[in-house]
């Protein structure tokens, strides 16, 4: 049995954390009453099995990291133990959860930290299955979700593995041949040379990727405001006189590398005909220029490209979503919170982008059903741009009278 693991660094944005796609997982009732006057207790255990009592189709582990980091050898979890509720704990199709005593200490104390938890524990159950399709599509076959509290708030990840997760029973069995033990950590200092040795040459390699991709219009995947900025900056030095670059966004072409699409607005664009004009590097390294009325948009049937220049436009005329890059990034993360975006599809970038369309209203209102019941502030920030998007299906705003 191999315990050695692999941890996918996951960052918690709600982009990644609210999906709503699930398998073999019941979804709960996020409206879980949590009052100050239940799960009175002193003890972190009983607590804890309290807690795992509310989730009956979950699987925890209870981690004690302070501890077991002063710990040389053997050490399992809180009080030396693993403390399972649950059977297959990481199989896939079986949602589970190790969380860290740090954790349910504090929920123990406070009562708006505890009501934070249950949003992510409900999140992880109700979005299982995308995940489950992320962690596949990485080469793991196990995985779980951490909820950890090192001083800084709640952080969450997930801690994937290439083969079952031992038990307890197995891991006291195996620490205790000595041969098990030599080889351990050996196998642990080799894997930090090698780590130290991959990184350093990824790094290098990342430094000449990047040069050689200077020149052309396909972009690493780095999509933050300065590097669109940057992007768009450069376009309108050139000789772009009749045009203007008003959007930048991207499809996936290959692993980690995506093709940039710009939108400009062209000189013949009015009020009363509003043409927003793509533009992009195909796959057979021809430019593609294609022009998109925005008044023949049919927002109940609408392709990414056609949304790309709709939300655009409605930026421009100053619609604009708070606490998003712009209009397209928020509705790309609804997109992704619904489980229908294509980050891995690198075949299919172009055509999904341009072809494939669905009722954008419709999906939406999906996305809102059940981010709206999330008690976390990620996800009601996202609920709130959900009904901003609705809205600005039918906006009031349809001039480009304050635009400069």
């Known amino acids: 049995m191999e315990i050695e693991s692999s941890v996918s660094s996951y960052i918690s944005s709600i982009s990644a954390a609210y999906k709503q796609t699930y398998s073999k997982t019941s979804k709960v009732d996020s409206q879980i009453s949590i009052s100050s006057e239940e799960s009175i207790t002193s003890d972190p255990l009983a607590y804890y099995k309290d807690l795992c009592s509310k989730y009956p189709h979950i699987s925890f582990r209870l981690e004690d990291y302070a501890t077991g980091a002063n710990v040389s050898g053997c050490f399992l979890g809180y009080n030396n133990s693993m403390n399972q509720v649950g059977e297959n704990f990481g199989e896939m199709g079986q949602c589970s959860i190790q969380i860290d005593v740090s954790v349910i200490k504090k929920m123990m104390q406070d009562q708006q ?9 409900q999140s992880f159950e109700q979005n299982y299955g995308s995940h489950a399709t992320d962690v596949t599509s990485h080469g793991n076959s196990n995985f779980c979700f951490t909820i950890d509290d090192f001083g800084e708030g709640i952080q969450t990840g997930r801690l994937c593995a290439n083969s079952s997760f ?4 197995e891991v006291k069995r195996m620490w205790a041949n000595e041969d098990y033990q030599k080889s351990v950590g050996q196998l642990f200092e080799k894997q930090k040379a090698d780590l130290i040795d991959i990184y350093l040459k990824m790094t290098e ?7 050689e991709l200077t020149s052309s219009e396909i972009i690493e995947k780095k999509e933050q405001a300065e590097d669109i900025a940057a992007i768009t900056s450069k376009y309108n030095e ?3 006189a009749d045009r203007k670059v008003v959007g930048f966004t991207t499809f996936p072409v290959a692993e980690h590398v995506k093709a940039g699409v710009f939108a400009f607005l062209p000189s013949e664009s009015t009020s009363e005909d509003p043409i927003i004009q793509i533009e992009y590097k195909g796959s057979d390294g021809e430019k593609k220029i294609i022009d998109v009325h925005v008044n023949d948009i049919d927002v109940e049937s609408a392709s990414d490209m056609e949304m790309f220049a709709y939300l655009t436009y409605q930026g421009l005329i100053g619609n604009k979503i708070p606490n998003a890059l712009n209009n397209y990034d928020a509705y790309q993360r609804m997109k992704f919170s619904d489980g229908d975006y294509y980050y891995h599809d690198y075949q299919n970038g172009e055509s999904r982008f341009l ?3 669905i009722n954008t209203s419709e999906m939406i209102q999906r996305v809102l059903s059940w981010m709206k019941n999330i008690n976390h502030p990620d996800a009601q920030m996202h609920a709130r741009m959900c009904e901003d998007l609705l809205e600005m299906l039918n906006p009031v705003n349809d001039t480009l009278e304050n635009y400069v």
């Open 355 to 357: 072809d494939e369309k």
């Open 238 to 240: 050139e000789e772009n």
């Open 166 to 169: 031992s038990t307890e029973e």
């Open 113 to 121: 930290y505890a009501e934070n938890v249950h949003g992510w524990i």
């Open 205 to 211: 390699n990342c430094i000449l990727k990047m040069k």
